[in-house]
C-alpha cells in the first residue's frame, strides 16, 4: 500500500452503481494490476471475512457504509463513457460487480444490471489482463442463470459448475486464475447470500446506498506513472503478511482504551497507538527485518521473520496472562518440538487474543529490538561480549521459529530485563543467572516452559539486582531445584570477594560445566557450611574453603578440558579411573547401565547419562556415593594435572593389583571395550554382563567375560593353532549369547570347532564336532578327556533346552579367565600334536 497522504474530504462517496450511471465510467483493471485475488481458494479468510461485513451491512440496511478510499485515473475518450484505471480497489470493485450481478439474477433485475452496467453487450467493467477475463465479463453481463436448476457438486447446489455447463463458456477459460477466482468467489456469494433478494435494492438505492466507497481521481494530484507501476509491483499480490497487516491495523485503530506516551520525531505532541504503530511498522520496524529478510526464505522479504517475531511475542504475552497448567492455551499456541504456531488473522479474533495490552507488549518489544541502531545494522545490541546471552544468534532462531525452550526463556528474560531498566553489568549478571538455569533445566514439554517463563517474568520485575534477590532467597520456581540453590550459594560468593568471584565465574565459564558447578562447591565443603549456617562468613584465616575449591576447580577442568569432545583421547583412562573407586554407572531401564563414556546426543544420552548430569547436585544417597567415587579420584595421590594421562593410568593399574576380578577390573584393564559401546550402555544383573553396541539389545552386543577372552587370546599372543579361523560372534537379540570361535580344523576328514562363551558365572568351552552322525574318534576323544572335558551329557545341571547341539560333544566350565585361557592353550598344543601325527 502506498504513504500517499488523502484528505478524507477530497473523496466523493458513491455507491458501484453510481459510479457506472452517474460517473458514466467504463472500469478497466490494466494489466500492470495482478490477478483478481479474492476469489482464490488459498484465501477462504480473507474472502469469507468481506462477504460477511458485506452481507452484515446489508442486513442491517444502514446506508453509507464506506469501504474505504477506491483511486486511480480517469481518462476522457471520444465516446462519452469515461475510462476509470483503479490504482488501488481493484479487488473490492471486482467482489462488488459479482455481488451485483448475483444479486441481480436472484431478484430477477437482469436487465436493470445489464442497462447500468453494460452497453452492446460489452461490459463496462473488465479486466485487461487476459483477453479471456475480459470476454468472461462479457459474457456474464450478457447471459443469465437458472437458479432454480443449478447443478449439485457432492449434493451440493454449485453456481460455477452450472456456470462452466453453459454453451458460452469456454473450457479454455478456465486456465485464466481471473476467471478461476472470479467462479470461486461466486460460490462464496451463493453459500451467503442465497435466498436475500431484497439486498440488490439496498445496494442500488439512489439516495441511501447501503456500500459506498470514497472515490478518487489521482490525476488531481499529479501523480506519475512510476508511482502506479511500484504501487502495483507488476502484478505481485498481496502476502499473507500484507493481508495480517491491514486487519491488525484495522484492529489496533478500534481500540479506545488509553495507549502509553507514544511520541513520533515529527509530531510535537503525543500520538496514539495507532498512528504510532502504523508509522513504526513501515519505517524503523520494517528497516530492522529487512536487515534479516532472507533467514526464513531466500525471497528477499521479510514477512516470515516478522510473522514468527508476532507470534511468539504473542504466545509469550498470552502465556503469561494466564495461570500454569493452561492446556488449551498451550495447546493452540504450539505445535510439535515447541515450535510457536502460525495464527491467521481469524484465528486471533476467534480467540478473543487481541487486545490493547497485548498490542502495547508489542509495540515494546520491536521497539527495544530496533533500539538506537542504525537502518543497516538490524538489532540493537544491549550487551557486548558476553557468553551468557548471544542476542543476534537467538534473534534469527526465534524468527526461523527454530529455538529451544531454554533459547525462548532467555529471549524473553533479555528483553524483560532491558523493559525493567537493567543494563551493563547488572544485565550481564542477570543474563548469567538466567543461563544457568535454562542450561540446567530439561525442558520436555509446553507447560514446563510455561513454569519457567512466568517465574523468570516476575524475577525480571524485581526492585533489585539479581544477586541480591538470590541472597534474599527469593522464591524461584518452573527451573530445576538443585540449580537454583547452587545459584543462591554463588550469589553469597560472587559478593563475598573478587578473588570468589574470579574463581566461580572461571569455573562456570569451563565448556563442559556450563554454570553448573556444584559438585565443587560439594566436595570443599562449602555446601555443607552452606546448608548448616546459611552465609559464607567463615574465617578465611581459619578455613581452607577456597584452596579445596580451587583444588577441584583446577583438577576437574583439566579432565574435562581433555575429555571434554571425547573420552578417546585419554583412552577413557578416565573413566577406568572413577570405576576403579567404584561403580559410578548411572541407570536406565531394563538392567541398563551407562559409562558415561559418549558424547552423542542420540536418544538424550549427552542429557541423561553424562558426567555433567552426574556431577549435579543430588540428595539422593545412591547418587551421592557416585559423586564420591570422582572425588576419590580427584584426591588421588596419583593424579597429575601435569601427566593427566600417566597418572589416571597409575590409578587404574593399582587398582587392577588389588581388586578380585570382575566387570569393573575388566573394564579397567581393557580400555578398547569402551569403543564397543557407541552410546555407553551396558547391561549387568546377576546372569549377565552385555556390552549394547547402541542403547538397545535389538542392535549388536558382546557379552563382557567372553570378549574379555578373546582380547586376553590377542595381547599374550596365544597360539590357536591348529585352529586356521578365530573370530568373535556378537548378537542382536537378549535371547542369544555372545561367543567366541575356533574353526578351520579337521582331524582325519571330521571337522570340529571350539566355542567359548560365557553363563551362569563361568566359562563354558564347547568342543563340537559339525557331522553329529559320527562319533568322535578315539584320538579326540582321548584329547578331550586328557585336557579334563567332559561329555556334555555327563556335566552338572545339563538342560538340553540350553544346548543347541548333540549331548555327546565335551565342554569344560571354569570362572577364571586364566584357568580358560589354559585350557584352550592346552587343547590347541594337543590338537597339533595330533595333525602332526595324521601328516606323519
Known sequence: MSNIKIDSRSGERLSFFQLFEQRYMQVEIPIIQRDYAQG?????????????????????????????FVYGSVISNDTGRHRFIPLDGQQRLTTLFLLHWYLAQI?????????????????HFTYETRSSSREFCNALVGNDIDFCALLLESGTECLSKTIKDRSWFYLSWESDPTISSMLTMLDAIHLHFSGNVDYFDKLND???????????????FNLTDDLYIKMNARGKPLTEFENFKARLEKTIKSFTGDWPEYRLSFKYTPVSGYEYFIHKIDTDWADLFWCYRNVVTKDNSFDDELMNYIAICAANFLLLQEAEDSYSLQKQLFGSGGKVNSLSFMEYEQYGYLSQTL???????????????????????????????DEESIFKKIITNNSSFSEKVRFHAFYAGVANGKIGEELASWMRVVFNLTENTIFNTIDDYHKALLSINELSQRDDTVLNLLIQDVMIKGFLAVQVSEEKLKAHLLIKSSEWKEAILALENHEYFRGQIGFALKFSGIADYFNSHGNVDWDDVKENYFTRFKHYADTSSAVFSAIGES????????????????????????????????????????????????????????WNARQQHVKAVLDDPDFDMGDLRGGLERICAKALSEQPFNWRTILIEKSELFNLSNQGFIVLNTHESVLLHESQRNHYQSELYSKYLELELKDRKLNTAPFKHKFYNSVRSGEDI??????????????????????????????YRNDETVPFSDELQSAMESCGFIVLADSKDYNPEDWQCSDDNYVYYCEEPDRALAIISNLCTRLSDLAREQLS
Open 40 to 68: 482464490r481458494i488459498e484465501v477462504a479468510e480473507v474472502r469469507d471475512t468481506f462477504l460477511q461485513a458485506l452481507h452484515g451491512y446489508l442486513e442491517k440496511g444502514l446506508p453509507f457504509q464506506d469501504l474505504d
Open 107 to 123: 431478484a430477477d433485475q437482469q436487465e436493470s444490471f445489464r442497462r447500468v452496467l453494460s452497453t452492446d453487450g460489452n461490459s
Open 206 to 220: 439512489k439516495d441511501k446506498p447501503v456500500i459506498t466507497f470514497r472515490f478518487l481521481n489521482l490525476a488531481e
Open 359 to 389: 498490542i502495547a507488549e508489542l509495540i515494546m518489544q520491536l521497539d527495544l529490538l530496533r533500539g538506537h541502531a542504525s537502518s543497516c545494522s538490524g538489532l540493537s545490541i544491549y550487551l557486548e561480549n558476553n557468553r551468557y546471552y
Open 567 to 622: 573420552s578417546e583421547v585419554l583412552d577413557f583412562a578416565w573413566e577406568r579411573a572413577v570405576l576403579s573407586k567404584g561403580d559410578y554407572l548411572t541407570s536406565t531401564t531394563a538392567d541398563r547401565f551407562n559409562l558415561l563414556s559418549s558424547r552423542t546426543n542420540k536418544n538424550n544420552v549427552e542429557r541423561d547419562h553424562s558426567w555433567h548430569r552426574l556431577l549435579r547436585q543430588d540428595s539422593n544417597i545412591l
Open 738 to 767: 555372545s561367543f567366541l570361535h575356533l574353526s578351520g580344523f579337521s582331524l582325519h576328514g571330521q571337522q570340529v570347532e571350539l566355542e567359548i562363551f560365557f553363563r551362569d558365572n563361568q566359562y563354558n568351552i564347547l568342543f
